[in-house]
């Protein structure tokens, strides 16, 4: 088994699996095309947000949910994992 562990940028978790914007769920999908799995590292949200859109719907591509990071001034803190 061939697999393959990816960051292509944020995605979006909903009912019907996980979303981002179109350039980024080709990339992952063509990537699916030629490997046995995918896994994608990515920060994840429910909120509506600009990168969602287009379902990701290779059946050989899973998330690992990384946790989201704040930039709050000159601060940078990851936020807790819920």
Partial sequence: MIRLGIYPGPLCRG?????????????????ARYFDAVVVFAPVTTRET?????????PNV??????????QGDRNRLL???
Wanted: without cysteine.
């Fill in 15 to 31: 009912a019907a699996g996980y979303e981002t914007y179109g350039p980024h769920a080709r990339y992952v999908e063509t990537f």
């Fill in 62 to 71: 899973r998330a690992v949910e990384l946790p989201r990071i704040s930039h």
């Fill in 80 to 82: 807790p994992v819920r």
């Fill in 50 to 58: 600009n990168y969602r859109g287009y379902r990701i719907e290779a």
